[in-house]
């Protein structure tokens, strides 16, 4: 079985890259986008990408995302 895990590239220097792990949470993945996105809006920027880290704690549930955040368009 291969676990070989995605990795995140920033597509600009301008962008970061982030993370929501440790929270004790297990949640979909939909719902660890909405609080990356969350996340991104705060800081005036906008998701990118997105993997979920590879600690699973359910059925399609994880404990964490890696994410990146880039600069809105104007």
Do not use: H
Request: charged letters at 25%; one cysteine or more.
């Amino acid at each position: 079985m291969n676990s070989k895990r995605e990795e995140l590239s920033l597509p600009s220097i301008d962008c970061s890259i982030n993370s929501i792990i440790g929270t004790g949470e297990c949640l979909r993945p939909e719902n660890w986008q909405k609080l990356a996105t969350s996340e991104c809006m705060n800081k005036s920027m906008s998701l990118n990408n997105s993997i979920m880290t590879l600690d699973w704690c359910g059925l399609s549930e994880f404990r964490g995302i890696e994410f990146i955040c880039c600069p809105t368009k104007k």
